[in-house]
T-cell receptor, first 116, second 114 residues
Framework: NAGVMQNPRHLVRRRGQEARLRCSPM?????VYWYRQLPEEGLKFMVY????????ESGMPKERFSAEFPKEGPSILRIQQVVRGDSAAYFC??????????????FGQGTRLTVV | TQLLEQSPQFLSIQEGENLTVYCNSSSVFSSLQWYRQEPGEGPVLLVTVVTGGEVKKLKRLTFQFGDARKDSSLHITAAQPGDTGLYLCAGVGEGSGNTGKLIFGQGTTLQVKP
């Protein structure tokens, strides 16, 4: 059973370009989370999606960032018109279930975005 | 805003020593997880604790969830160089139980010297 797969592992974009980050959750997992890790900081929640639905996007910047998890295919985190401050490691996590008492998240290896 | 304060941020010890990492908050968490992250990789789940006062052991690692579910600790016995890495605690807030989103501590960077 393959783990959470993210691609690309490394992405370099010039300021103003678009970045597309992909995440394929573990088999059987329908809950996907995106987190961002800035240099020297901890991971910060961005968005939680369940097949075709955005459940919680309270951690997403209001502009330029969007996420989707279509019925078929991977989840996509899209950053439009990237700026240097977007440089970070972006992690996707998936979970088979979400309950009040116990939700275990399994993380991918991350995409390291560098904006030049 | 729920926060998790992790301490210490950095720890450098000799092989064979014991150590404890703390994760504290003023908020109650439904569950708390400990992860280990290697450079250039994603966090790897070590353990989940759910019940106040719960203690779980994973070989030389002992995890404890506080009685009030506001704090947790990770104790490593006889540390080895292979334990070197970044340790992260993360909790699901009581108000976030329906989403499962995690609040992470800042992490503890552990270096074990041979």
């Amino acid at each position: 059973n393959a783990g959470v797969m993210q691609n690309p592992r490394h992405l370099v974009r010039r300021r103003g370009q678009e970045a597309r980050l992909r995440c394929s959750p573990m088999k059987g997992h329908s809950h996907v989370y995106w987190y961002r890790q800035l240099p020297e900081e901890g991971l910060k929640f961005m968005v939680y999606l369940q097949k075709e639905n955005i459940i919680d996007e309270s951690g997403m910047p209001k502009e330029r960032f969007s996420a989707e998890f279509p019925k078929e295919g991977p989840s996509i985190l899209r950053i439009q018109q990237v700026v240097r401050g977007d440089s970070a490691a972006y992690f996707c996590a998936s979970s088979p279930r979400v309950t009040r008492m116990n939700t275990e998240a399994f993380f991918g290896q991350g995409t390291r975005l560098t904006v030049v | 805003t729920q926060l998790l304060e992790q301490s210490p941020q950095f720890l450098s010890i000799q092989e064979g020593e014991n150590l404890t990492v703390y994760c504290n908050s003023s908020s109650v968490f439904s569950s708390l997880q400990w992860y280990r992250q290697e450079p250039g990789e994603g966090p790897v789940l070590l353990v989940t604790v759910v019940t106040g006062g719960e203690v779980k052991k994973l070989k030389r690692l002992t995890f404890q969830f506080g009685d009030a579910r506001k704090d947790s600790s990770l104790h490593i016995t006889a540390a080895q160089p292979g334990d070197t890495g970044l340790y992260l605690c993360a909790g699901v807030g009581e108000g976030s139980g329906n989403t499962g989103k995690l609040i992470f501590g800042q992490g503890t960077t552990l270096q074990v010297k041979p």
